[in-house]
T-cell receptor, first 110, second 116 residues
Framework: EDKVVQSPLSLVVHEGDTVTLNCSYE??????LLWYKQEKKAPTFLFMLTSSGIEKKSGRLSSILDKKELSSILNITATQTGDSAIYLC??????????FGAGTRLTVKP | NAGVTQTPKFRVLKTGQSMTLLCAQD?????MYWYRQDPGMGLRLIHY???????AKGEVPDGYNVSRLKKQNFLLGLESAAPSQTSVYFC???????????????FGSGTRLTVV
């Protein structure tokens, strides 16, 4: 059965810290790994990764995929209180289905 | 540009009642999905559709039915609500994977359903 596991489940840091969120996946006919940020309502798309070793970057956020290890990390540098959210990782297959992990709840304290 | 719109946003049902959640998208997306989100469980796929007139079961389909009579709408029905169906429900849509290099989903804002 396909599964996606995220760690840690929750994390509390202070502004300015750097955090690394982890995602491991077992997805049949794997196609891509996606990261979403969920604040109060709908998840919003951050990154889609399809190739190993190529870092995707958006401001202070970056992510990379390791297909050999079946994993991905999401890094956030110089965290701000606005980064507080649940970060969801999802593994997509060739049928456009996505299996989501349980999420990492990040709290950034001032 | 509305994106994905879900109605209602909140609902309280009594055990055994029925209801329909409506999802509408204006992006001409082929694929539509219904997820439920429970604490510590992430998003779990209930049913999905790969085009008008088609539906398929996801990870947790029991107790739910769906219909996609029009491309832009995807309905989720609960025939006889149970307390275990208390959850936040999200609808999402995406283009056909071959039409876009980025087929990340666009989510609706969610429906919080409580069954008492």
């Amino acid at each position: 059965e396909d599964k996606v596991v995220q760690s840690p489940l929750s994390l509390v840091v202070h502004e300015g810290d750097t955090v690394t969120l982890n995602c491991s996946y077992e997805v049949t006919n794997f196609r891509s790994l996606l990261w979403y940020k969920q604040e109060k309502k709908a998840p919003t798309f951050l990154f889609m990764l399809t190739s190993s070793g190529i870092e995707k970057k958006s401001g202070r956020l970056s992510s990379i995929l390791d297909k050999k290890e079946l994993s991905s990390i999401l890094n956030i540098t110089a965290t701000q209180t606005g980064d507080s959210a649940i970060y969801l990782c999802a593994g997509g297959n060739n049928n456009n289905d996505m299996r989501f992990g349980a999420g990492t709840r990040l709290t950034v304290k001032p | 540009n509305a994106g994905v719109t879900q109605t209602p946003k909140f609902r309280v049902l009594k055990t055994g009642q029925s209801m329909t959640l409506l999802c509408a998208q204006d992006m001409n997306h082929e694929y539509m999905y219904w997820y439920r989100q429970d604490p510590g469980m992430g998003l779990r796929l209930i049913h999905y559709s790969v085009g008008e007139g088609t539906t398929a079961k996801g990870e947790v389909p029991d107790g739910y039915n769906v219909s996609r009579l029009k491309k832009q709408n995807f309905l989720l029905g609960l025939e006889s609500a149970a307390p275990s169906q208390t959850s936040v429900y999200f609808c999402a849509s995406s283009p056909w994977m071959g039409s876009s290099p980025n087929y990340g989903y666009t989510f609706g804002s969610g429906t919080r359903l409580t069954v008492v």
